[in-house]
């Protein structure tokens, strides 16, 4: 059964707001402690967290550049893309071709060309007997069969090599069509019938010729049974669009700077952005008084550091000068950041573009090295990942702490409780006793009061 507590009852005091006001005095001055330093190792967790994220993000912008294959790219420009466009392999050689789109490829299609009276009329009995580049199958057609029926045991026949059937009704009536699902003149459709049916076979008229893609490249002729042609330029993939005879348009392979310009440009944007936050992170405002949440922490300092000693150290090696970002126009500007001379950069891409490949990719390349390092920092058991375990155990110690506090304030405010209810029994007693011997004088003989 719970209690009931009446406090003040004896003495008049309000014990509960007197022992609420000492404890919440114990309890203040160490919560408040603990509170602040919570806050700060939270504040420092964040802060390592937004410095793996910058970390992580210049790591991603390294993944092309230490990829080789980044620097054997080949674009392929069409000069008239609804014509004919165009894309390439490392194998392409640079240069210009002339291209003539002469015909483009066209499925074949033949059809009935007397009319039926509608889908249901009966054709008559036989087979139907189909040839298409090298390959054959039959279709038998039972004495009772409609145009439709037929159309539907075309489409449905096992082994049907790439022949399709329809029913196309014009003001003659009806017409059975077979058409080839591919193009190209070896796709052709060749079908010949038996009883009943060979006078449909007979009847049949082409719609659409079998065509050839044809195309001229430099005074070379060259077919294709589909829209792409592939490997008549080496390394080289040509998709046709439409055809244009006699007109004679252009295809211009080149070295894909523009890519590996871009790519340069993505590096030194997410080294810059690290830098920002490496310098955010440790800075200090002597006017204000303030430092940066890492400001002074070797983990941090270290980290900078590494990564600054690889962006100054030049690539062993490569045997050539272009050895060094300084040589590509990439040079330390303020605060640790980083920039490009523009007119330095391209004109090393027009020039040597073949040797910049060594510069990020390779062993000791710069894209390679930085990776690896960066790897080394944010994995786990990494410098990084011990500095945040070690304050997510400080975070422990303090939930801890707080427990103890908590039980010890519990403890104290039950000793208040418990004398302050003690203070207020005696208090009771005492006044108790006071009234008494106040009735008991007034009730002796003689007394005088005043009124």
């Not at 208040?416 to 009735?439: I, K, P, R």
Request: glycine share 10%; hydrophobic share 40%.
């Amino acid at each position: 059964m719970a209690s009931v507590t009446a406090s003040g009852i004896g003495s008049g005091l309000d014990i509960t707001s007197i022992v609420s006001q000492l404890v919440n005095a114990e309890r203040a001055p160490q919560e408040n402690r603990l509170a602040s330093k919570e806050a700060l190792i939270q504040a420092r967790l964040s802060a390592y967290g937004s410095l793996k994220s910058a970390l992580s993000t210049f790591q991603s912008s390294l993944s092309s550049l230490k990829n080789a294959e980044t620097f054997t790219k080949r674009s392929a420009t069409s000069s008239d893309t609804a014509v004919f466009t165009a894309t390439s392999t490392a194998a392409a050689a640079a240069g210009t071709y002339s291209v003539q789109v002469e015909q483009l490829a066209t499925k074949h299609k033949v059809a009935t060309d007397t009319g039926y009276a509608d889908s249901a009329a009966v054709v008559g009995s036989g087979d139907l007997n189909f040839t298409q580049n090298g390959e054959s199958f039959s279709v038998t057609i039972g004495a009772a069969n409609t145009l439709a029926d037929i159309r539907d045991a075309v489409n449905g026949a096992e082994g049907n090599t790439g022949v399709t059937a329809s029913i196309v009704t014009d003001q003659d009536g009806a017409h059975l069509v077979f058409s080839s699902s591919k193009s190209g003149l070896d796709n052709a459709v060749n079908v010949v019938g038996t009883g009943d049916l060979l006078a449909v076979t007979s009847d049949l008229v082409e719609k659409a010729p079998a065509l050839d893609s044809k195309i001229i490249v430099d005074g070379f002729t060259q077919t294709s049974a589909n829209l792409k042609f592939e490997g008549m330029i080496e390394g080289v993939t040509i998709d046709l669009k439409t055809a244009k005879p006699g007109e004679s348009l252009s295809l211009a392979v080149k070295l894909d700077t523009a890519s590996v310009k871009k790519s340069i440009e993505g590096f030194v944007t997410s080294y810059n952005t690290l830098i920002t936050t490496l310098n955010d992170l440790t800075a200090f405002d002597a006017e204000a008084n303030t430092a940066g949440l890492l400001q002074g922490d070797s983990a941090t300092r270290t980290v900078a550091n590494r990564i600054r000693q690889e962006m100054g150290t030049i690539v062993g090696g490569l045997g050539v000068e272009l050895d060094s970002l300084a040589e590509l126009g990439i040079t330390t500007g303020d605060k640790g950041k980083i920039k490009i001379d523009a007119a330095k950069l391209s004109s090393v891409l027009d020039t040597d573009f073949a040797n910049i490949a060594g510069v990020f990719s390779g062993d000791k390349g710069y894209a390679t090295r930085l990776d690896s390092v960066i790897g080394n920092i944010t994995a786990g058991g990494g410098i990084l990942d011990n500095r945040t375990e070690g304050l997510k155990k400080q975070v422990e110690r303090i939930a801890e702490q707080r427990e103890t506090l908590n039980r010890r304030v519990a403890s104290i405010e039950a000793r208040y409780q418990a004398q302050f209810s003690a203070l207020d029994t005696l208090l009771g007693q005492l006044n108790s006793t006071g009234t008494f011997l106040t009735q008991q004088l007034d009730n002796l003989p003689g007394a005088v009061f005043k009124k």
